[in-house]
């Protein structure tokens, strides 16, 4: 299941995810501020992160909006944004 996470919903969007063995996140918006410490892939939108200048860990892939769409058909979704 794919998670969008951003900021205001940011702390239950994680616990959920956390407890989903199945799980991918997108840290959208603000919520490229996080650095989840999660088991699951996290992803952030890369004009996110080069809008606000952030800095990402290496473990954190950075994806275009295009790839989120794309992913957004593919699989189920739980928005947190």
């Known amino acids: 299941m794919l998670y969008l ?3 205001p919903m940011a702390e239950i969007g ?6 989903d063995p199945e799980a991918h996140v997108i ?3 603000d919520g490229v501020y996080f650095e989840p410490d999660i088991d699951a892939p996290v992803s952030a939108v ?3 992160v080069d809008v606000r200048g952030v800095s990402l860990p290496p473990d954190i892939d950075r994806i ?5 769409i ?3 058909v593919e699989q ?3 928005t947190f944004v």
């Open 14 to 19: 994680l616990r959920t995810a956390d407890g």
């Open 5 to 7: 996470i951003d900021k």
């Open 64 to 68: 275009s909006y295009d790839e989120v």
């Open 27 to 29: 840290l959208i918006q």
């Open 70 to 72: 794309e992913i957004l």
């Open 46 to 48: 890369a004009r996110d």
């Open 76 to 78: 189920e979704v739980r």
